[in-house]
């Protein structure tokens, strides 16, 4: 059996100069990715496009499939961000217009950047951060959970585990799967039908 490439980092950016250094090799190997595809992401190449030594690159990551791995944890930490907001924000606030909210964020996140969102996807596989992406996802049901537990009396009688689980997949199969293959027909208009419809969906199984 081939023996996987290393995908954790070397060593950590502490100093300022090393963090901007880290900072431009990702977001070299996010462009890459999107406009070359995987096979093109060499180290060299990476190198390159960050406007760095091919040294300084092996500094800090042992090869591509490290910075992809980096890749995939900092775009899920940054939607992550936006989803912890969005739920600090709707801690008060009733269901439909907490779950209008959550769906609204949750399809705008996925549309920062789809090419990329698209790519990640399958490299998650790859650079072996499917367990990353479920420990998202564990956070992302409680956050859920701990706001369903705050308006239990606005709900039907429910199991709230299974609730949050149920509500949160389908928000984000829904997000996914419309912006990574129908971007193109995602018009605002469409954007606003689809968040009225998702809110339907999950307001009336909640309720």
């Given amino acids: 059996m081939a023996r996987k490439p290393p995908t954790k980092p070397r060593k950590n950016a502490s100093q300022e100069r090393s963090r901007a250094t880290v900072d431009a ?23 390159e496009v960050a406007g ?13 499939e490290a ?11 940054e939607i992550m961000r936006v989803v912890r907001a969005a ?12 779950v209008r909210r959550i769906v609204a964020v949750a399809i705008e996140a996925h549309r920062i950047d789809p090419k990329l969102h698209r790519v990640l996807a399958e490299q998650i596989p790859r650079t072996g951060r499917l367990e990353n992406v479920e420990a998202f996802n564990r956070e992302a049901h409680a956050l859920f959970r701990a706001y369903l537990e705050r308006h239990r009396d606005e709900l039907r009688t429910v199991d709230l585990g299974l609730a949050a689980f149920v509500c949160v997949t389908s928000i984000e199969a829904l997000a996914h799967t419309a912006v990574l293959h129908r971007s193109e027909k995602l018009s605002d208009e469409v954007v606003r039908t689809l968040v009225d419809e998702t809110t339907r969906l999950v307001v009336g199984y909640l309720q």
Avoid: M
């Fill in 25 to 47: 090799l990702i977001e070299a190997t996010a462009r890459i990715l999107v406009r070359e595809g995987f096979d093109k992401a060499s180290t060299n190449r990476i190198a």
């Fill in 67 to 77: 910075l992809v791995a980096a890749v995939i944890d900092r775009h899920n930490q």
């Fill in 52 to 64: 760095v030594s091919v040294g300084s690159l092996y500094q800090y990551y042992p090869g591509k």
């Fill in 87 to 98: 739920l600090a924000e709707v801690a008060s606030q009733p269901i439909e217009k907490a």
